[in-house]
């Protein structure tokens, strides 16, 4: 990851961000992503008020204010996203009902999103001033471009307060290209923009040809905040886990940590499963989120490889840990991405990296050295390095020591979150009249 941008801590006479901060985020308040990253202000006393685009709770967050302004079909989406299992009270009949709807509003949300999102702006756009103009945030941030950085910039239009834009890892690749009235409202949110918090050097510049001013204050971070690494580290694998998941304490194991996503090409996975198996019969496969997923449960069926896969439903952060401490490779087959949050766990805790050969991941992995890239849409391309991957024990074990040492240096929670902290005081600071 290129250190432009990333800024340091305050030092000498400049001024830090002081605790009580009034802060206006506005986030899907469903994703885990968002959410580790509002709870360090939260944790360190500032006044928190959250804006979410989807419906949620505030749960553990102890918010100064939870508003809801869902942008599309969002108010029939449900209430978690991520990691975390149904609550354990909720019957079997309901707990399905939820998931078959959250699966059919996600298969159709890209496309409406698309071209029906931006219709609804004017309104949103006028809700979320009246909010703004109630609370009098010292700063706004909004975490991703699409809906959220776009309906914040039309709301704050006229006035002075500043705004940070997080660019998540599609946005401006993917959204912004393939839809043209979100890239004509992209322009203009990062035109309105203050600040800009890509998690991706590769973000930061081509933000800059959608309309980014590079003068401008930006600092590249991981967009959830970083790796919390008291839960993911290197250690010995947890046999309960395994024998939870019907998973081998010992043998090759392949972890799918990304779900279903646009851009993750899990065709491409499930289609490499069955070259990987003719040379290493004995390889499981697991794909965490997609546990009762019919499209999951159809390429199973179609190539003939349920012996040796395990859909496995969404966890919790240490769940996930665990996970890749059992795990030889991790696989992230993605074709549009910034800095994946399962990419960085995986190298964290010492699962070698399989990846998309994109230029996000490129800044973290050095294809041969501390992972391997290939093309995620090749399947034999895929399991080239799946192979290669479970055959070259040095190789892993050389990689292993190098991510724990990447991780520690750019990517851990604290240090991060301290340079988050900087970011803001500059965007506060700077935003002051005299």
Avoid: K
Wanted: overall charge positive; aromatic content about 6%.
């Amino acid at each position: 990851m290129s250190d432009a941008g990333v800024l340091p801590a305050p030092a000498g006479g400049a001024r830090a961000l002081p605790r009580g901060t009034r802060i206006l985020f506005v986030a899907d308040g469903r994703s885990p992503i968002a959410r580790n990253w509002i709870e360090h202000f939260v944790a360190r006393g500032d006044e928190v008020h959250l804006v979410s685009t989807f419906p949620c709770e505030a749960g553990s967050l102890r918010l100064a204010g939870l508003h809801v302004l869902p942008v599309a079909f969002a108010r029939f989406a449900g209430g978690n996203v991520g990691r975390g299992a149904a609550p354990a009270s909720a019957g079997r009949a309901a707990a399905l009902t939820r998931n078959l709807r959250a699966r059919a509003v996600a298969a159709a949300f890209p496309t409406v999103f698309g071209w029906l999102a931006p219709a609804t702006l004017g309104s949103h756009a006028r809700r979320l001033r009246e909010l703004v103009l109630q609370i009098r945030p010292e700063v706004v941030h909004a975490l991703r471009i699409p809906y959220e950085g776009i309906v914040a910039a039309e709301a704050l239009a006229g006035t002075a307060y500043p705004l940070v834009v997080s660019v998540w890892g599609n946005d401006l690749e993917l959204w912004a290209e393939r839809y043209p009235l979100v890239g004509r409202f992209t322009r203009r949110a990062l035109a309105r923009a203050t600040a800009l918090h890509p998690d991706c050097a590769r973000d930061l510049h081509l933000a800059e040809q959608w309309g980014w001013n590079p003068e401008r204050p930006s600092a590249v971070l991981p967009g959830n905040g970083g790796i919390r690494r008291d839960v993911f580290h290197p250690g010995p694998p947890d046999a309960e886990v395994a024998r939870r998941h019907a998973l081998p304490a010992g043998g090759p194991l392949v972890l799918n940590a990304r779900g279903f996503r646009a851009y993750v090409r899990n065709d491409t996975f499930f289609r490499s499963i069955p070259r990987v198996l003719e040379r290493r019969p004995e390889a499981v496969f697991a794909a965490v989120g997609m546990q009762g997923d019919p499209r999951a449960e159809r390429w199973i069926r179609d190539l003939g490889i349920g012996h040796a896969v395990r859909l496995l439903p969404r966890v919790a952060p240490a769940e996930m840990a665990a996970l890749l401490r059992l795990s030889t490779a991790a696989v992230s087959p993605s074709e549009f991405d910034g800095t994946p949050n399962t990419l960085l766990e995986a190298m964290a805790c010492g699962a070698f990296p399989v990846a998309g050969d994109i230029a996000s991941v490129r800044e973290w992995i050095t294809d041969g050295q501390n992972g391997l890239l290939c093309d995620p849409a090749d399947p034999a391309a895929l399991a080239a390095a799946l192979l290669r991957a479970l055959g070259d024990e040095p190789l892993r074990r050389g990689a292993a020591e190098r991510n724990a040492a990447l991780v520690a240096e750019r990517a851990d929670f604290a240090e991060v979150m301290r340079r988050a902290e900087a970011f803001y005081a500059r965007v506060v600071n700077e935003a002051l009249p005299g």
